[in-house]
Structures are given as structure tokens and as C-alpha cells.
């Protein structure tokens, strides 16, 4: 999978999912660690990368757009906060989320469970 890593996580996430295959790269990496969360939706969209994030307002965002990418991997609080626990949290989870990331969806990992939301997000 293709992952666009936002500038509030750590590019360790990054380099940890590009070491076992994925082509993840943190905002950094494309000079946009102060580009708008409109801009990096944008960027991953046309790159067809998923947007991970511990934004809260990805979701909102998300919303008002009524688009159907890019998708979004939302870690909330209280989840892993080391980057390298966040990567084998997605690496033990993605088998399952694959599929659901593929087709446009907003994914939530909180502390006890995984919350699934297709994409776009309706009132």
C-alpha cells in the first residue's frame, strides 16, 4: 500500500512501513510540513496514498469535502504514541484493513478497538 504520513506523526512511521514493503512517505519528505491539510489530502489523493494521521480534524475535513479519497488512517487518543508501536499496529492490522482502504474509508484505531467508515462521510 501507498501512505502519505502526516507531520504530526513521527517519519520513523514511515521508514518503518517502507522497511517491510509499503511505499510510505512522511509529509517531510515532499517539503510540506506546513501545507495545509487541504494541500496533503490533495497530494495523496493524486497519488493515491492513505493519509495517516492523529488529526482530529481529518475527519471534519473529510466531511466538508464529500470526496472518496484519499483515505484516512486516524490513530486516537490513548493509541500507540511511539512510532515504531503505531507501524506494527498497522502491520498487524492491514491484512483486514486492506481491502476497506482500497475502497475509500476513514479508518479510527483507538486503544480497544477499530472503527470502519466509507468514504464520503454523509450528515
Given at each position: 500500500?501507498?501512505?502519505l504520513?502526516?507531520?504530526?506523526l ?38 493515491d ?75
Amino acid at each position: 500500500m501507498k501512505f502519505l504520513i502526516y507531520n504530526a506523526l513521527s517519519p520513523v512511521l514511515a521508514q518503518e512501513l517502507a522497511f517491510v514493503g509499503h511505499d510510505a512517505v512522511h509529509v517531510r519528505d515532499f517539503g510540506m510540513q506546513a501545507a495545509s491539510d487541504t494541500e496533503i489530502f490533495d497530494r495523496a489523493a493524486q497519488e493515491d496514498r492513505v493519509v495517516v494521521s492523529a488529526d482530529t480534524d481529518f475527519g471534519t475535513l473529510l466531511a466538508a469535502r464529500k470526496d472518496t479519497k484519499p483515505s484516512v488512517i486516524l490513530f486516537r487518543h490513548g493509541s500507540q504514541r511511539r512510532a515504531r508501536d503505531q507501524a506494527a499496529l498497522l502491520r498487524a492490522n492491514l491484512p483486514q484493513l486492506e481491502q476497506v482502504l482500497q475502497a475509500s474509508s476513514i479508518v479510527v484505531i483507538a486503544p480497544d478497538r477499530i472503527r470502519i467508515r466509507a468514504l464520503p462521510l454523509l450528515p
